[in-house]
């Protein structure tokens, strides 16, 4: 490795340690144990909120960096982190993550391999992110654009909403960026860095129609992008336009009925119903605790014969893509459900461990201060052979959801509950009236028994994913075409 | 009394906040910079878990952050980083101050005007910080009462996500104003996962406890034996049937309601027009007989403080008086864009309440034929805008004016806030405080004219 311009410098800069001498202390610290890592990150970040008429909040200048050290065996993880990189704070950090450890016979012996014997060898990743396949640049900057450039951005964006139409009342306007380079010691060595853009920028319109009523949509732009993408002066019209169309809608729509129906669900962000409902399910903890409804399913039919569920943490521009995971285990296409028979769980190297697999590439955690865990990366429906008017056709009473809002899940029940911003009823085959406020409540194990057409119309949400597990957050893509899935319970105020 | 730990990580910030606010003003001088905020907190956290009686799982670490502010005339902006380093800071500093005129004015974000920043009164008196601290033997052996009470309930499968932790945290703001602030806590929380099985399937159930003392947590078996026997109690549930009934909340749903009715009094919503009560304060918003009031002084309470962070003091504030709107839960700046005196609570609500009724819980439900309890909500919208509430609850069928053993689920509570906000019956049993589950406390509440969505 060469000394000079190590894509690793900026990791080492201001502290005592050099890449060389954490390497040594890092093996030596995950001596005797199953699994472990050392996590490094470098944050830094910017927003501008801009709501009602006044900048309400502009942070720019904002950085964040530590790291932690994860050590484990069997069920046992000791993890400790700090903001401050130096030799002692690392020292310390191995010290009270073995110490769990160590209480419970993981003591290292002079003999001890440094890579323990049970350890599963890294896979061969190019180091230093130099990875054949580009899944986002990592050259992106938070100073792509200056402050003023952002800001008359904003205000340009703001006026052109307004002027949109007379019914807006309210324009709020909020911009985050971030750029988030990290920094793996995987447990045999190998030093990894990548350099993780993720850029948000919301639009949100209220209209308010002669009678006083209020309604608000927002839309979204965002992903593994720099701030230029995101304020692309069309994608932002497009953005503001789609919102007041939204919200315009919401005015005239009623009350959605409360029943049992089929529902139609349009391709792209409506899959967060799949993540919640199904995805949260496949992913390895729960599986090895046996507490998920599909645990021990493994091979077995659980979904209808049109149902082909993927995550991929490995697709090219994708919200939940990433070269490597927060374990430093390369990203993969897995196929969790195949023409309905579930093939295989989403696994960090704890669970893969402890279940006798492989990682399949879905560690992940929110931070350095986070223990990692199996989560998705962009988890979607594959596409099926309908076309999608032909699935709304054959619908004869139901609801095609249009505006999926979030939603949560009891991974141990399969319930779930989901938000239809906006769906509108079909009757006879055809689109009629909108309907607004339909919260949609099933269990995820017969629901996707229940999924009788897939479209052939498969759509990726970049923008909007955010996935809650434990108190941690990370960024996902979720996708589908558009589906069917018969008798759903719909709950709303009206008839 | 101030502890060797308060007086230490005093001593450590206090000149590095002097040092950042002399910066901004001597070299922001030339930029226009008129004032400054600079807000330093450290917290060391510790957290356990353990499965079957081993610890599985233990964290620690410590964070620092340091939050700063740059005012020049009406313009303002600010930044944050994870170091105390101070040349880096003036870095950044240097760095706001050569744009901080390209920034838009709002007269709105300025700091508190300096004759209306108080001096923070004690705080010793709250007891917000414990000195004598458990070590993490005591936590691991909180967690194991925990998990071996709730596995002992029959109809449990097994217990998932068991963990105690502990934080420490100190924060302490200055700004050029003449605001000066110190806080420090110790706060102790404690969660489990009880997973119960039966023929029909599996049912997930959750509790916690949260003290800023170990000694009032909850006692960890009385824990371990409630969150088990709630979540036995849902297995089995069914789907209740669809049409218009009265829902009775137990302690945490109201909370949740109760957080609702918050959302619709809150300033920014107002400053939005996200609300429906906007220009309602004085009228009739809720029914007669429902006060709620907030109060940040007591001792041990889990949001309690003297000062906010704008520099306010903090006194109790009345919200709801008899179905009254008092008041909006506004910020500085909030209260400034709505027009509105600012109430010291810059950092959010504290230890809310609302006050008991008249009623027993059992007379409360004496009169209802058919109708549901309900133990919690689930996702779902609420809108404050329009008024729209459609979320997903669980909890017990009520019959014949009594609460029966059937377990419900999977329906959605439907209704209209502006209705359901004039349809509020309240039992007598609003729980005590502090209180180591509930940041708002409710007591049982009884709303009328809901409509079910189940099968």
Known sequence: ???????????????????????????????????????????????????????????????????????????????????????????????????????????????????????????????????????????????????????????????????????????????????????????????????????????????????????????????HIDCKEAFNEAACKEAAKEALEIAKTLLIAEEAPAGVMDVVLNPGWSAVLLHEAIGHGLEGDFNRKGTSVYSGKIGQKIAGDEVTVIDAGDMPGERGSLHFDDEGTRTQENVLIKDGVLQGYMQDRQNAKLMGVKSTGNGRRQSYAHLPMPRMTNTYFAPGKHKPEDIIASVKDGLYVTNMGGGQVDITSGKFNMNATLAYRIRNGKLCEPVKGAAITGDGATVIKNITMVGNDLKLEKAAGVCGKNGQSVPVGCGQPTILVKKMTVGGAGK | MTTKAEKDFLKKVKPVAKTLLDYALKTGGAYGITDAKVTISV???????????????????????????????????????????????????????????????????????????????????????EENQPGQAELIDYARKFEKAAQAVAGVKTTDRLKVSKSVAQTYTAATNGLERHEAKTTYSASGEVIAESKQGMEAGYDYSQAHHFGDMTDPAKLGRAAAETTVAQLDSVQPKTGEMPIVLDHAAAEEFFGTVMSAIDGSAVFNGDTFLKGQQGQQVMSKGVTLVDDPLIKRGLGSGTLDSAGLEMKPVTFIEDGVLKAFNASVMEARQIGVSPIGREDGTTNSKVLPGTKTPEELIAGIKEGIYIKGFNGGTVNTANGTHSREAYGLLIKNGKITKTAVSGFVVSGNLKKMFMNVALANDTPKQPNTKYHLVAPTTRIDGCTIAGQ
């Open chain 2, 43 to 129: 917290s060391e956290n510790q957290k356990s878990s353990v499965s079957n009686g081993a610890v599985s799982e233990t964290v620690t670490g410590t964070q620092w952050g340091v939050g700063i502010t740059l005012y020049a005339g009406k313009r303002s902006m600010s930044f944050s980083k994870n170091t105390l380093d101070t040349a880096k800071l003036c870095d950044t500093m240097k760095e706001n101050m050569q744009v901080i005129h390209l920034v838009p004015e709002n007269e709105n974000k300025l700091l508190l005007e300096k004759a209306k920043v108080a001096k923070q009164p004690d705080m010793s008196a709250l007891d917000l910080y």
């Open chain 1, 1 to 223: 490795m060469s000394a000079k311009n190590s894509p690793t410098d900026k990791f080492y800069e201001g502290s005592d340690l050099t890449p060389e001498k954490t390497v040594k202390t890092v093996k030596e610290g995950l001596r005797g144990a199953d699994f472990g890592e050392f996590y490094q990150e470098k944050a830094v970040s910017e927003s501008i909120s801009k709501q009602n008429g006044q900048y309400t909040s502009i942070a720019v200048g904002n950085s964040s960096e530590g790291f932690g050290f994860r050590t484990g065996k069997g069920e046992q993880v000791g993890y400790s982190y700090a903001d401050e990189f130096n030799e002692k704070a690392l020292k310390k950090a191995i010290h009270e993550a073995r110490e769990i450890l160590d209480n419970g016979g993981l003591k290292p012996k002079k003999d001890d391999d440094p890579v323990g014997p049970t350890m599963e060898k890294s896979d061969e990743l190019p180091a230093f992110g130099k990875v054949d396949k580009k899944l986002f640049s990592e050259q992106a900057t938070l100073g792509g654009m200056t402050l003023a450039e952002k800001i008359s951005s904003i205000d340009a964006l703001e006026t052109y909403t307004k002027g949109l139409d007379p019914s807006v009342t309210n324009v709020s306007i909020s911009y985050s960026s971030t750029v988030k380079d990290v920094h793996i010691i995987t447990q045999d060595g190998q030093e990894l860095v990548e350099s993780r853009p993720m850029t948000s920028l919301s639009i949100q319109v209220q209209v308010t129609d002669k009678d006083g009523n209020v309604e608000t949509a927002r839309t979204l732009i965002g992903g």
